[in-house]
T-cell receptor, first 113, second 116 residues
Framework: AQTVTQSQPEMSVQEAETVTLSCTYD???????LFWYKQPPSRQMILVIR??????QNATENRFSVNFQKAAKSFSLKISDSQLGDTAMYFC??????????FGQGTILTVHP | GAVVSQHPSRVICKSGTSVKIECRSL??????MFWYRQFPKQSLMLMAT?????????EQGVEKDKFLINHASLTLSTLTVTSAHPEDSSFYIC????????????FGPGTRLTVL
C-alpha cells in the first residue's frame, strides 16, 4: 500500500525567512504525481505545487519549490520569503493511476512576524 | 474554472437524525467525486469514491449503511449521514475529478457537522 509520511508535526519560521517541510513516500508505482496542499484556517484545501514523477526537474511556483528525489522517495517543500499568509497546515499527497489521493499526516506551519 | 461547492457549510443536528451534504462541481463535469473526513489537526481520511451512475466504493472500516453516497449526475454527489451520533461530528470534505486526467482533483470548502 502507498504511504506518505510527514515527520514534522509543527514548524515555525520568521517572516521573510525560508522554511523546508519534509515528506517521504512509499510506492511500487512507476508513474504517479506528488502534491503539496495548503489548508489555512478556513480549511479550504489549496493546491500549492505539483510534481510529475517522470519529470526530473523540480517544480517551482513563485516562492514555493520542491526537492524531488525519486530514488530516495523524498519530496520536500521549500517556502522562500515566508509571509504571514503562509500560516496553514500543509499536506504532502500522492496520487496513483486510478485517482486515489493518499495524504501525509500534515505539518502545521506558523509564520511569526 | 474548476470550482467545487458544498452545502451546507455548517450543520448542527440532534442525535438520531439524518443529515445530507451536497457536493457540486460548478463549471465542469465530474465523473468521480471523493468524500473525506477530517478531525481537528489531523489529515484527510478517504471515506468513499463516488462514480456517476454507479455504486460508491467505500474504504475499509467505513459503514456503507451509515454514510450513504449518491452520485446521480455529473455535477452532484451527496453524502447522507444516517442516524447521526456525536461521534459522527467532524469536518467532511468532497473533491471532484475533472475529465480523464487522474491528477486533477478539486476540493470543496468542506462541511462542519456537529451532532448534539
Amino acid at each position: 500500500a502507498q504511504t506518505v509520511t510527514q515527520s514534522q508535526p509543527e514548524m515555525s519560521v520568521q517572516e521573510a525567512e525560508t522554511v523546508t517541510l519534509s515528506c517521504t513516500y512509499d510506492t511500487s508505482e512507476s508513474n504517479y504525481y506528488l502534491f503539496w496542499y495548503k489548508q489555512p484556517p478556513s480549511r479550504q484545501m489549496i493546491l500549492v505545487i505539483r510534481q510529475e514523477a517522470y519529470k526530473q526537474q523540480n517544480a517551482t511556483e513563485n516562492r514555493f519549490s520542491v526537492n524531488f528525489q525519486k530514488a530516495a522517495k523524498s519530496f520536500s517543500l521549500k517556502i522562500s520569503d515566508s509571509q504571514l499568509g503562509d500560516t496553514a497546515m500543509y499536506f504532502c499527497a500522492f496520487i496513483e493511476s486510478y485517482g486515489k489521493l493518499t495524504f501525509g499526516q500534515g505539518t502545521i506551519l506558523t509564520v511569526h512576524p | 474554472g474548476a470550482v467545487v461547492s458544498q452545502h451546507p457549510s455548517r450543520v448542527i443536528c440532534k442525535s438520531g437524525t439524518s443529515v445530507k451534504i451536497e457536493c457540486r462541481s460548478l463549471d465542469f463535469q465530474a465523473t468521480t467525486m471523493f468524500w473525506y473526513r477530517q478531525f481537528p489537526k489531523q489529515s484527510l481520511m478517504l471515506m468513499a469514491t463516488s462514480n456517476e451512475g454507479s455504486k460508491a466504493t467505500y474504504e475499509q472500516g467505513v459503514e456503507k449503511d451509515k454514510f450513504l453516497i449518491n452520485h446521480a449526475s455529473l455535477t452532484l454527489s451527496t453524502l447522507t449521514v444516517t442516524s447521526a451520533h456525536p461521534e459522527d461530528s467532524s469536518f467532511y470534505i468532497c473533491s471532484a475529478k475533472r475529465g480523464d486526467s487522474y491528477n486533477e482533483q478539486f476540493f470543496g470548502p468542506g462541511t462542519r457537522l456537529t451532532v448534539l
